[in-house]
């Protein structure tokens, strides 16, 4: 314990210094701008400073991507809310509740719950991280396929709860997620799959092109359609930005929970930061005393989604730092970035380099105090963007699509699939097909059948596991209960209604 | 201030290259005009990123080329940003950084072109590999290992990345055992199988010996407690440096030598001015400080083919590759 205090201090100190201070700070800036902007990811933003970052000292390097990594998860809440384009690919939920706030007139409220939210789930998955870092990446060891197939499930499950109207419509648009996820390199064999003999679909439909095409770009078709219609003015009310004393106490349990799924499921390799969100949003949405708001414009459903998004932050530097697994994307390329400074990641990095440990953990919890401080600060000025009349915001929004799907990989394909996932995504919503599960199939399809095959090909075609195992059992029961919760619920009411149209 | 000491090293020892270089550059006055692409088929990060963004650094600090290395990352698939690199222009501006995964992927039956379709430039370096299994599995020795997997063909889970590196050698190793056979799982690349083993959900595999380090041992050498994997053997020609007591397979009595080398291609029919010109410039590089401590950084072999070594080189390893990617492929 003392240790951990003493390298804390030592981390600090290194973030204190002006350099380190100035780098935190930069790359939180930087990365909540970019991750407001929809189309720029958190990713791309690392990947194009990671070579430049090769000519820095290595804890001024890592101090600057980890502020980024922060930033740009909480930035995403801003468009995802005032627009209805999620900034990055975890802030998805937000926009279910955050949008229909913003458009009853209460933007300042919906975007000061998920700042709040934001920075609680930032700080919860910072003291695990700070505290119990070991103990909890050999935990994750444990998990093997199955134990991963039937937590993905559990999260497939929301496909039915997060369906508005039409559940047969929420099923296909989910299924149609999933079949869109199918092309690529099959996941048991290495071989190439409904490519179509175009060979760049090797690589498969890749998760940012699709989710900017379905989410930002069929947005923007369909503002483009109504841009001769008068917005209608929602005054904002300027109070709601500073959130009071008593939302911290009604809400406090909500971000105690959805920050504990989020930093467990940050943990999980390969188990991003999308996926803690959906988990948190059905959890709450399934213990809620209002469920029926949740997609509707809950704050509980936005409380929910941003406190787990970023407390998926935290939990995945947990098995980077205490074994050198990296936890998410944006991890991995962190790891390269250590590499290069001769810093090899793995379970003895707390044993040679504690500074540049010290220095992660630090830099993380600076980065969200900073990312408070900033973006409480700009949320006034920023709520205006829903005014900016549309004419002048969507040239440039559509501009940031292009580069984003475009940059992540370099490949000019990415934009192509972008630009027909904006029709196939527009044509879905005028026909009534929630977008919701399209994207939920579409993320948690491809993951969930790797790891059912492998763990199959372990077995030899057995599926016992997931009855015998005791997590996966467990998850397979949460799985069950969340699924038929609801439909009970549902009975519940009517034959309370029938009964009192009776009496 | 530790960096700017480094930095001043560095320039030192340039000049001394700069010298020799200088010849060699007068004769092909007319390469490079303008600014080099290197396209690395992988995202950033990787080794492969690591080792072409090392180059890169090694060959600007040191004024081994008058015009910038730019580096690109084409994620996605490997075979996506080769394809790019197989169908750019050959005008010597274009090159290209991958390693045994193209030939695998030809041999494999998933691509359809191989390293016959570049033109060769360098080899940078090579790393090799050593099979794993949990310290508690009861195995000490390749052999012991082995004949289970004879004795019990088809139980033992062997960890990989199914068609790549990781599957093609665990496919060397039981070949050189008559009747012996693994079960191959998906896993996926190092990190992934060290997770695996750890949790006792695989019961073996390979990882790059960087890795072994790494995941095995503390800081000063010793045998890290912790750790709940430990390696068998090495696949490399020799023992490596900083495993002194792990034998090679050949040691062993066991026809299996895999490490992986860096390549540098060109596109088909670039320039010969342009292919030697840069294969001088990575070859000077290599011996620079900044390369030479990455290559004992990561116990890379400190490897360097070009030309005809190079082009026998490759064809001798496609000889011995060709037949166990298909292997791999057929699974």
């Known amino acids: ?503 | 201030m530790r960096t700017k000491t480094k930095t001043t090293a560095l320039l030192c020892g340039a000049s001394v290259l700069a010298a020799g270089m200088a010849m060699a550059s007068a004769a092909q006055a007319d390469w490079p005009e303008r600014p080099i692409r290197v396209i690395v088929p992988f995202g950033p990060g990787g080794t492969s990123d690591q080792v072409t963004r090392t180059f890169q650094i090694a060959i600007q600090e040191n004024d081994l080329l008058p015009q910038p290395i730019n580096v690109l990352n084409v994620g996605g698939h490997y075979s996506v940003g080769a394809r790019q690199v197989m169908e750019a222009e050959p005008d010597g501006y274009t090159f290209l950084t991958l390693h045994i995964a193209l030939m695998g992927g030809e041999a494999g039956g998933m691509l359809d072109f191989g390293y016959r379709d570049f033109e060769p430039v360098a080899t940078t370096g090579q790393f090799c590999l050593t099979p794993v299994v949990r310290k508690d599995s009861g195995f000490d020795t390749v052999d012991d290992l082995l004949a289970k997997a004879a004795e019990e063909p088809d139980t033992l889970l062997f960890g990989a990345n199914l068609g790549a590196i990781n599957h093609m050698a665990g496919i060397m190793l039981q070949n050189s055992e008559p009747g012996a056979e693994f079960r191959f799982v998906q896993i996926g690349g190092g990190a992934e199988n060290f997770t695996a083993l750890t949790g006792a959900q695989t019961n073996v595999s390979v990882l790059s010996a960087a890795e072994v380090i790494n995941f095995t041992k503390l800081p000063d050498g010793s045998d890290n407690p912790e750790a709940q994997i430990k390696p068998l053997a090495y696949t490399g020609p020799e023992r490596n440096a900083k495993l002194p007591d792990l034998p090679t397979l050949t040691e062993l009595g066991r026809d299996v030598e895999f490490c992986v080398d860096s390549w540098w291609f060109a596109p088909k029919g670039t320039p010969a001015e342009a292919i030697e010109g840069f294969a001088a410039a990575l070859e000077a590089a290599a011996e620079t400080d900044a390369i030479q401590t990455f290559y004992a950084d990561r116990t890379f072999g400190p490897v360097f083919l070009k030309g005809d070594e190079l082009q026998a080189n490759l064809d001798e390893t496609w000889e011995r590759i060709e037949p166990v990617a298909k292997q791999a492929g057929q699974q």
């Open chain 1, 1 to 503: 314990m003392e240790g951990v205090l003493t390298g804390l201090m030592g981390g600090l100190a290194i973030v204190f210094t002006p350099m380190g201070f100035f780098y935190v700070a930069l790359g939180t800036i930087l990365g909540i701008s970019v991750g407001a902007i929809p189309g720029l990811s958190g990713a791309m933003l690392i990947a194009l400073t990671l070579p430049l970052t090769y000519y820095m000292p290595a804890t001024d390097a890592i101090v600057l991507l980890i502020g980024m990594y922060v930033g740009s998860i909480t930035g995403g809440l801003i468009t995802a809310t005032l627009l209805r384009m999620p900034g990055t690919p975890s802030n998805v939920m937000t926009t279910f509740d955050g949008y229909p706030m913003a458009r009853a007139g209460k933007p300042g409220r919906a975007l000061g719950l998920g700042i709040a939210a934001s920075f609680a789930g930032g700080i919860i998955s910072w003291w695990f991280l700070l505290l119990l870092a070991k103990p909890l990446s050999i935990w994750a060891t444990r998990f093997g396929p199955f134990e991963y197939f039937t937590l993905i499930l559990m999260a497939m499950v929301l496909i039915a709860s997060v369906s508005q109207g039409s559940l047969v419509k929420g099923l296909i648009a989910g299924l149609l997620g999933m079949l869109v996820s199918m092309p690529g390199i099959d996941p048991s064999s290495g071989m190439p799959r409904l490519t179509f003999d175009q060979h760049q679909m090797t690589s498969g439909l890749k998760l940012l092109p699709v989710l900017i095409g379905v989410f930002a770009v069929s947005q923007i078709i369909s503002d483009v359609l109504d841009i001769g219609r008068k917005i209608e003015r929602v005054e904002s009310a300027k109070s709601g930005i500073m959130i009071k004393a008593r939302d911290w106490w009604r809400y406090g349990g909500n971000m105690l929970r959805s920050g504990l799924i989020g930093t467990l499921v940050g943990i999980l390799p390969g188990v991003g930061a999308s996926i803690g969100s959906v988990i948190a949003y059905t959890t709450a949405k399934n213990v809620s005393k209002t469920p029926e708001q949740f997609g509707k414009g809950s704050e509980e459903g936005i409380v929910a989604s941003e406190t787990a998004n970023n407390a998926t932050v935290g939990g995945a530097l947990i098995p980077l730092i205490a074994m050198g697994i990296p936890g998410s994307v944006i991890d991995a390329i962190l790891i390269g970035a250590l590499m290069i400074h001769s810093i090899q990641p793995g379970p003895t990095l707390f044993i040679t380099n504690p500074d540049v440990v010290y220095a992660m953990i630090a830099a993380c919890l600076i980065g969200n105090i900073i990312m408070l401080a900033v973006m409480t600060g700009s949320v006034n000025w920023v709520a205006k963007l829903a005014y900016i009349p549309r004419t002048y915001l969507l040239p440039i929004i559509i501009v940031c699509c292009v580069i984003g799907a475009f940059g992540l990989d370099n490949v000019m394909f990415d934009v192509w699939v972008m630009l027909v996932f904006g029709v196939i995504g527009f044509l879905l919503e005028r026909a009534r097909y929630p977008l919701g599960p399209f994207v939920i199939g579409f993320v948690l399809a491809p993951l969930m059948e790797s790891k059912l095959r492998t763990g199959l090909m372990m077995t030899a075609g057995s599926i016992t596991p997931i009855f015998t195992r005791p997590i996966a059992a467990t998850f397979l029961v949460i799985a069950i209960v969340l699924l038929v919760w609801p439909l009970i619920g549902e009975w519940r009411r009517r034959r309370a209604e029938a009964a009192g149209v009776a009496g």
